[in-house]
């Protein structure tokens, strides 16, 4: 069974605080992903990864910030962080097309932006 | 880009009474994969079933669904509802053609009653 485990599980900061949401994943799986799950609208890609050093473009971007440094680690940066903001953040790894892109998320991690 | 419609945001059903939730896409790639994830509370999305294949009804822990390109469409079902069952159920989509883009219904939360 894939293993992701995120870091913090739970944080909040002030508007316009600095936050990073850290993701790592001991499967040796090329990709990677940064969701926010929000009622009504689902999980909504941020960013993704298909390697160290690699960085997608998601459909929801805007205000984050996210690097590979390495296979394992996947971080997601919010600078100015703002209420909007505010969410359950699930990080998730896959092989790729190797096992039909099956993704395997992470517990999560829930910031609120006051 | 790649879209999911998930309509129904809430269901609610008594137990025993069969479950079909609705999924419906939009893309551009004949090879894409549809997935049926599902979130139950305090626990990490997991995969529920899968399928790339047209017309080939793909079965996992009673639950069954099958991709119709013609349509665009791979519905959940279930033939009778469990208490167990209750939890949010995320349909998905993969492009598969190289980039591993992986796009999110906003999803159907589902209640069973006694």
């Known amino acids: 069974e894939a293993a992701v485990t995120q870091s913090p599980r739970n944080k909040v900061t002030v508007t316009g605080g600095n936050v990073t949401l850290s993701c790592r994943q001991t499967?040796?799986?090329?990709?990677m992903y940064w969701y926010r799950q929000d009622t009504g609208h689902g999980l909504r890609l941020i960013h993704y990864?298909?390697?160290?050093?690699?960085?997608q473009i998601g459909d929801v971007p805007d205000g984050y910030k996210a690097t590979r440094t390495t296979q394992e680690d996947f971080f997601l940066l919010l600078e100015l962080a703002s209420p909007s903001q505010t969410s359950l953040y699930f990080c998730?790894?896959?092989?790729?097309?190797?096992?039909?892109?099956?993704?395997?998320f992470g517990e999560g991690s829930r910031l609120i932006v006051v | 880009g790649d879209s999911v419609t998930q309509k129904e945001g809430l269901v609610t059903l008594t137990e025993g009474l069969p479950v079909m939730l609705n999924c419906t896409y939009q893309?551009?790639?004949?090879?894409?994969?549809l997935f049926w994830y599902v979130h139950y509370l305090n626990e990490s999305p997991r995969l529920l079933l899968k399928?790339?294949?047209?017309?080939k009804r793909t079965e996992h822990q009673g639950f069954h669904a099958t991709l119709h390109k013609s349509s665009s469409s791979f519905h959940l079902q279930k033939s009778s509802a469990q208490l167990s069952d209750s939890a949010l159920y995320y349909c998905?989509?993969?492009?598969?053609?190289?980039?591993?883009?992986?796009?999110f219904g906003a999803g159907t939360k589902l209640t069973i009653k006694p």
């Open positions: 998730a790894s896959s092989d790729g097309t190797i096992s039909g892109n099956t993704l395997y």
């Open positions: 499967n040796s799986h090329n990709y």
């Open positions: 990864s298909y390697g160290a050093g690699n960085l």
């Open positions: 893309t551009i790639y004949s090879n894409a994969f």
């Open positions: 399928s790339s294949t047209d017309n």
């Open positions: 998905a989509l993969s492009e598969n053609y190289g980039n591993e883009k992986i796009t």
